[in-house]
């Protein structure tokens, strides 16, 4: 039988209602006889990310931050039955979910790509010498340090509204946001440029949101099939489960982005880089959609056995 109220967790920043709200309205327009908008609440739950604006300039690193601080408080919050259903930016998500939870849904991929941002110019080559860029994405910071070393990478943490405002206020010259972001956010005017792949391989499952649920939840699992993308789930499957053979986290330089190639293959491309971004390796690998698991498996390992064991430390 179905609930009378179905709660979606979700974080409380902007963009994260956004898409609680995105999963809202598709889960009605896929019931319209079973369920209503108002009888499925968005509940926002404030997360260790969200709580810590005094450490707000720190990067991760520093702060020994992870994926978890996006997403614990929100887990916590499903495993003690206090929501039904977990609304995530995919790529906050850590490689390996907690006991007794599952991904049951993932909508349509967006725009994976990262945007860049600048104050006075409109491309990354087109910075000065010695250009500042504001971000706490090791990920981005080791790319642009191996294309552009005499750049300056200082952290920036915030929500997207608040990196805006810091790039305006001339704290650096240039950012670097996921177009994803800005799209849902209507913001996709601001971005200068977009930066494809072979110049900066986005985060694995980059643009996508995923909906958390129960293991063994047939209820909701149902509930959540007509508007799962099995796409961007074999996609996404081949990215996470590189990562989870890197031991891939906010820390690590890792980016990973799979897409398909017909409609049953697909192709996916991974890079590992210094932080620093003095050394870089980038490996590809395709194979047939229903074994995306195993070729993220297998890309995986060819990149950790390519790698000195202390590739990703300063």
């Known amino acids: ?29 896929a019931h319209p006889d079973l ?33 978890e601080l996006f997403t614990k408080e929100i887990e916590e919050a499903l495993l003690g039955d206090f929501i039904d259903m977990a609304v995530h930016s995919m790529k906050d998500v850590a490689s390996h979910l907690p006991k007794g939870l599952e991904i049951a849904a993932m909508l349509d991929r967006i725009d994976p790509r990262d945007a860049f941002i600048g104050r006075a110019v409109g491309q ?3 910075l000065p010498q010695g250009a500042v860029v504001g971000t706490s994405s090791l990920r981005r910071q080791a790319q642009l340090l191996a294309r552009r070393p005499d750049l300056r990478i200082v952290p920036v943490r915030g929500n997207v509204g608040t990196r805006l405002e810091k790039l305006k206020d001339g ?13 849902r956010l209507g913001l996709r005017h601001v971005a200068n440029s977009v930066l494809e792949p072979d110049v ?20 909701m699992r149902d509930l959540l099939a007509p508007i799962h993308s099995r796409e961007t789930a074999a996609c996404v499957g081949a990215e996470r489960a590189l990562l989870r ?9 890792i980016g990973a982005f799979a897409h398909m190639i017909d409609p049953t293959h697909l192709l996916l491309e991974a890079v590992a880089a210094r932080p620093d971004g003095t050394s870089l390796l980038r ?6 959609v229903t074994q995306a698991e195993k070729i993220g498996m297998k890309l995986g390992r060819q990149m950790k056995d390519s790698l000195p064991s202390d590739f990703f430390e300063t």
């Open 245 to 253: 053979v890197l031991d891939g986290s906010c820390q690590t330089p």
């Open 283 to 288: 490996l590809t690998a395709d194979g047939e």
């Open 200 to 219: 900066m391989l986005p985060a694995a499952a980059q643009g996508v949101v995923g909906i958390e649920i129960h293991s063994g939840n047939t209820a």
């Open 124 to 126: 990354l080559d087109a």
């Open 171 to 183: 704290k650096f010259d240039a950012t670097i946001l996921a177009m994803a972001g800005l799209e």
């Open 1 to 29: 039988m179905m609930k009378k109220t179905i709660r979606l967790g979700s974080r409380g920043s902007p963009l994260a209602l956004l898409q609680a709200e995105d999963v809202r309205k598709k889960l009605f327009a």
């Open 35 to 67: 369920i209503s908008v108002a009888a499925i609440e968005i509940v926002p739950i404030r997360t260790s990310g969200d709580w810590r604006p005094d450490q707000a300039e720190l990067s991760f690193r520093e702060t020994g931050g992870n994926k």
